[in-house]
């Protein structure tokens, strides 16, 4: 392609100024630089613009089909260099984020419009998956930054603790281990209850497991579901147990469509984190939004060891 922005910003100078003498100071060239690169810009759409009138050059309708189009090419061009000015606000335009299910549901909207939405900027392409999803889609450069909930083990990524997130478990009002309320379960009783639980590969699956398995030795399953807002719901029915971060139960307890068990259970809590590839060079956009993250806190969660 040989028609350049430089042309197109001294057609629009000599359109605005009406000659290529006075065209010449705003575009920082000599009179004849000025008049030679017009020239050549006319020579290579082979039509005329201006109309020559003694010294004056008025535009005539090439010229003026042109106009509008040099502007907008320009406007796009600025707005470009805008976006990449060191200092400028950050927009989430052209990021890819993935989060993993419990992140992406019940954080990342928050997070997004602390972010962006009270500004009106772009926010960035989400993409939600379970951990191990969103970790393969870092590796292979199909997303920038995952926020996920599991334990990542892939050496080619950068992984850094983010926040805390405090997993209680719950049942229906009705079921057997609510109903033995002012008194903590054993942990016997929760050896033989069912479980409700995510799919492998999910950072909840894994994140539970490492919570009760050192104590309870075995999960007897309940139920398989492929997100944490299908157990809460199948808790609720009376379908099992679950073991699930509390801001995803947090308004069916709120509700009384769950209660908190009480266990001998020591805390449980797990890390959240963010990950990016190695090889990735962080533009000043994307690391704008991992810094908005590191700093974000939300109301409720496990406090800090």
Same mark, same amino acid.
């Given at each position: 392609?040989?028609?350049?922005?430089? %042309?197109?910003?001294? =057609?629009?100078?000599? &359109?605005?100024?009406?000659?290529?003498?006075?065209?010449?100071?705003?575009? &920082?060239?000599?009179?004849?630089? !000025?008049?030679?690169?017009?020239?050549?810009?006319?020579?290579? /759409?082979?039509?005329?613009?201006?109309?020559?009138?003694?010294?004056? /050059?008025?535009?005539?309708? +090439?010229?003026?089909?042109?106009?509008?189009?040099?502007?907008?090419?320009?406007?796009?061009?600025?707005?470009?260099? %805008?976006?990449?000015?060191?200092?400028?606000? #950050?927009?989430?335009?052209?990021?890819?984020?993935?989060?993993? !299910? !419990?992140?992406?549901?019940?954080?990342?909207?928050?997070?997004?419009? #602390?972010?962006?939405?009270?500004?009106?900027?772009? +926010?960035?392409?989400?993409?939600?998956?379970?951990?191990?999803?969103?970790? #393969?889609?870092?590796?292979? =450069?199909?997303?920038?930054?995952?926020?996920?909930?599991?334990?990542?083990? +892939?050496?080619?990524?950068?992984?850094?603790?983010?926040? $805390?997130?405090?997993?209680?478990?719950?049942? &229906?009002?009705?079921?057997? /281990?609510?109903?033995?309320?002012?008194?903590?379960?054993?942990?016997?009783?929760?050896?033989?209850?069912?479980?409700? $639980?995510?799919?492998?590969?999910?950072?909840?699956?894994?994140?539970?497991?490492?919570? @009760? *398995?050192?104590? @309870?030795?075995?999960?007897?399953?309940?139920?398989? =579901?492929?997100?944490?807002?299908?157990?809460?719901?199948?808790?609720?029915?009376?379908?099992?147990? #679950?073991?699930?971060?509390?801001?995803? *139960?947090?308004?069916?307890? !709120?509700?009384?469509? $769950? *209660?908190?068990?009480?266990?001998?259970?020591?805390?449980?809590?797990? +890390?959240? =984190?963010?990950?990016?590839?190695?090889?990735?060079?962080?533009? %000043?956009?994307?690391?704008?939004?991992?810094?908005?993250? /590191?700093?974000?806190?939300?109301?409720?969660?496990?406090?800090?060891?």
């Amino acid at each position: 392609m040989r028609l350049s922005l430089r %042309q197109l910003q001294i =057609f629009l100078a000599v &359109a605005d100024a009406g000659s290529t003498t006075a065209a010449a100071d705003r575009v &920082a060239l000599s009179q004849s630089a !000025t008049s030679a690169a017009l020239n050549e810009l006319e020579s290579l /759409l082979g039509a005329r613009l201006f109309d020559r009138v003694g010294k004056r /050059l008025l535009m005539n309708d +090439n010229g003026r089909v042109l106009l509008p189009q040099a502007r907008q090419m320009l406007d796009a061009a600025s707005m470009i260099e %805008q976006q990449f000015v060191p200092g400028m606000p #950050a927009s989430g335009a052209g990021l890819h984020i993935g989060a993993s !299910t !419990t992140i992406g549901i019940y954080l990342l909207p928050d997070i997004l419009a #602390a972010a962006y939405g009270r500004t009106g900027q772009t +926010n960035p392409e989400v993409m939600i998956a379970n951990t191990a999803d969103i970790i #393969a889609a870092v590796a292979n =450069f199909e997303i920038d930054l995952g926020l996920i909930e599991g334990p990542c083990h +892939n050496v080619d990524l950068h992984v850094e603790p983010w926040i $805390l997130d405090e997993l209680i478990v719950v049942a &229906a009002p009705a079921h057997p /281990l609510a109903v033995e309320s002012g008194r903590k379960v054993p942990l016997k009783a929760l050896r033989e209850v069912a479980w409700l $639980l995510r799919e492998p590969g999910s950072g909840t699956r894994e994140a539970v497991e490492h919570a @009760l *398995v050192p104590h @309870l030795h075995v999960l007897r399953p309940g139920g398989q =579901f492929s997100n944490s807002e299908a157990i809460k719901h199948a808790a609720a029915a009376g379908l099992g147990v #679950a073991c699930l971060s509390r801001s995803v *139960v947090a308004d069916f307890i !709120t509700s009384g469509r $769950l *209660v908190e068990v009480p266990t001998t259970l020591p805390a449980l809590c797990r +890390n959240f =984190f963010l990950i990016h590839s190695r090889r990735k060079i962080l533009s %000043q956009r994307l690391d704008a939004f991992r810094a908005f993250c /590191l700093r974000w806190e939300r109301s409720a969660g496990c406090a800090p060891p």
